[in-house]
């Protein structure tokens, strides 16, 4: 199994600009979350979806912050309009709940610069 | 509502010493418990977990891990650290579906 597919690895953009993270969970996953890392904050959760429906986006810090999850093979973040804040790198990690167990498997991440 | 606590940010040993990272836990449910490591420049990896039985619980890399009721604590243990294991390791907790991880310990292995 290839694990979770993230792309780009690493993207640069102005202030302002449309950013469009993607994710592709490992097959036969039906929970996919995305998570957002940084020296101050730590990894932070935020959105989850199960079965392709959003279940907990309390974490998704503002309007300017969207996540759709159109099939169970596929995910995006979109951040418009971009924010130096918004620099971090972005984790996607997904997992079945088929089992008892919950773990998550992680992406190598998505390091975003916004300047 | 979970929560993880995990006490020290920063772990410094020296090679060939014991590593024990701290991870304190609370969940209105059994809790499923976790251990991920970090590498630089990388994703979270899977090093063990505890869902039910066996309370101690052994991971890759020599790593292992008891889980105590009584004191809500899951601590990371090896008896011998080696400068492979310099990484950041997070406790997590998880129920229904959704983990919630702790702030994370950086672990320090000097020569």
């Known amino acids: 199994d290839a694990g979770v597919i993230q792309s780009p690895r690493h993207e640069v953009t102005e202030m302002g600009q449309e950013v469009t993270l993607r994710c592709k969970p490992i097959s036969g996953h039906n929970s996919l979350f995305w998570y957002r890392q940084t020296m101050m904050r730590g990894l932070e959760l935020l959105i989850y979806f199960n079965n392709n429906v959003p279940i907990d986006d309390s974490g998704m810090p503002e309007d300017r912050f969207s996540a759709k999850m159109p099939n169970a093979s596929f995910s995006t973040l979109k951040i418009q309009p971009s924010e130096p804040r918004d620099s971090a790198v972005y984790f996607c990690?997904?997992?079945?709940?088929?089992?008892?167990?919950?773990?998550?498997?992680f992406g190598p991440g998505t390091r975003l610069t916004v300047l | 509502a979970q929560s993880v606590t995990q006490l020290g940010s920063h772990v410094s040993v020296s090679e060939g010493a014991l590593v024990l990272l701290r991870c304190n836990y609370s969940s209105s449910v059994p809790p499923y418990l976790f251990w991920y490591v970090q590498y630089p420049n990388q994703g979270l990896q899977l090093l063990l977990k505890?869902?039910?039985?066996?309370?101690l619980v052994k991971g890759i890399n020599g790593f292992e891990a008891e889980f105590k009721k009584s004191e809500t604590s899951f601590h990371l243990t090896k008896p011998s650290a080696h400068m492979s294991d310099a990484a950041e390791y997070f406790c997590?907790?998880?129920?229904?579906?959704?983990?919630?991880f702790g702030d994370g310990t950086t672990l320090t292995v000097k020569p």
């Open positions: 505890y869902t039910t039985g066996a309370t």
């Open positions: 990690a997904s997992s079945s709940d088929r089992g008892m167990y919950n773990e998550q498997f």
């Open positions: 997590a907790v998880s129920e229904r579906g959704k983990s919630t």
